[in-house]
């Protein structure tokens, strides 16, 4: 007769303890910030609206790219392998545009708003002026800066939304996904940066040629 009483206590205890802190946490996400997401797949204002702008870099970076690829494609410039390279790195960064505006779905963020616009952080940047003799070398220096800026930009991301706003779920995405991505994509950059120095010292034309052969 004592045992199920005895263990009804502890368990009401148990819960007390362990739901009292959920409850005022939950309590104080909800009266902090309106949201623009649904009830039923709560994200903070904060966190989704850096998500917005993290879409519009992504989309912004294809563009960057695929401005690259049209420049290395043109005929007096003719450089197959950096054309390539770089039309499936605007192919790759306008997927993770589409991935991002598909996780906003999911948690039921308005993909569109007045600050959400797609073109709005893209300007055109011309060619790059050559360095050590090369627009090739130029054009890879640029694209390693533009992935350490998203880099930069998914960490903020990050830390906007873990701690207090609690959104693991997301952080959780982004680290296990994009972050690993992200270094991937910038060992290759910087490996290939040190390469193509060294094969520009002799004879850059030919250099650059044989690095576009056997090296993009
Ligand atoms: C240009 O070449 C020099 C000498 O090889 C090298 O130290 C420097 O890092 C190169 N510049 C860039 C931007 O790679
Ligand atoms: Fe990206």
């Known amino acids: 007769m004592m045992k199920p009483i005895f263990f009804g206590v502890v368990a009401l205890m148990f819960a007390v303890v362990v739901m009292q802190p959920e409850q005022v946490s939950m309590q104080a996400a909800d009266g902090a910030t309106a949201t623009d997401s649904e009830k039923w797949n709560y994200m903070h204002k904060t966190c989704s609206s850096k998500l917005h702008d993290q879409i519009n870099m992504e989309f912004g970076a294809s563009l960057f790219y695929l401005q690259y690829a049209a420049y290395f494609a043109q005929y007096k410039v003719n450089l197959p ?22 996780y906003a779905l999911m948690r039921g963020v308005t993909p569109i708003s007045d600050s959400f616009n797609l073109a709005a952080n893209y300007a055109f940047e011309g060619e790059p002026a050559a360095v050590n003799g090369s627009v090739a070398l130029a ?3 640029k694209a390693l800066a533009k992935e350490q800026e998203v880099t930069k930009s998914i960490r903020e991301l990050i ?3 873990e701690g ?9 995405y982004l680290t296990g996904e994009f972050l690993e991505e992200q270094h991937q994509g910038q060992r290759e950059l910087a490996g290939k ?5 060294k094969m520009l010292v002799t004879n850059p034309e030919l250099g650059e040629y044989i690095f576009d052969q056997q090296n993009m």
């Not at 392998?81 to 598909?102: D, Q, V, W, Y």
């Not at 207090?164 to 959780?172: A, E, G, K, S, W």
């Not at 940066?193 to 120095?197: A, E, F, K, Q, T």
């Open 81 to 102: 392998g950096f054309e390539k390279f770089f039309f499936n790195a605007a192919s790759e960064e306008r997927e993770h545009g589409i991935k991002l505006i598909e």
């Open 164 to 172: 207090d706003l609690n959104d693991y779920h997301l952080v959780d």
């Open 159 to 161: 830390k906007i939304c």
């Open 139 to 141: 054009a890879l220096g």
């Open 193 to 197: 940066i040190s390469m193509l120095n």
